[in-house]
Nanobody, 116 residues
Framework: QVQVVESGGGLVQPGGSLRLSCVAS????????MGWYRQAPGKQRELVAS???????DYSDSVKGRFTISRDNAENTVYLQMNSLKPEDTAVYYC??????????WGQGTQVTVSS
């Protein structure tokens, strides 16, 4: 059984930084895309960033140049380094793993609040 656990959320002032981590345990097909989504109150869940097993990345326009996604394939871990945070980045951040031709797994979410 696959478990996906996020960590690293919290309260930060505007302009600050946070690093989110997500560890997946269990049997996951090695060809997969790992990503971070977020959902703010009253809004739909949206893709923030994703990274394939080969290292190709994709970012939403709202975070380009501020956020960096990376992964450690050996540890089934994905990270999201968030710099220059803005109040509009406040949301619950979810880790997502999509297997190639397989299943999709979600974490339980971690709260990020950007406020002075």
């Amino acid at each position: 059984q696959v478990q996906v656990v996020e960590s690293g959320g919290g309260l930060v002032q505007p302009g600050g930084s946070l690093r989110l981590s997500c560890v997946a345990s269990g049997s996951i097909f090695r060809f997969n895309t790992m990503g971070w989504y977020r959902q703010a109150p009253g809004k739909q869940r949206e893709l923030v960033a994703s990274i394939t097993d080969a290292g190709s990345t994709d970012y939403s326009d709202s975070v380009k140049g501020r956020f960096t996604i990376s992964r450690d394939n050996a540890e089934n871990t994905v990270y999201l380094q968030m710099n220059s945070l803005k109040p509009e980045d406040t949301a619950v951040y979810y880790c997502n793993i999509k297997e190639l031709y397989g299943d999709t797994f979600w974490g339980q979410g971690t709260q990020v609040t950007v406020s002075s």
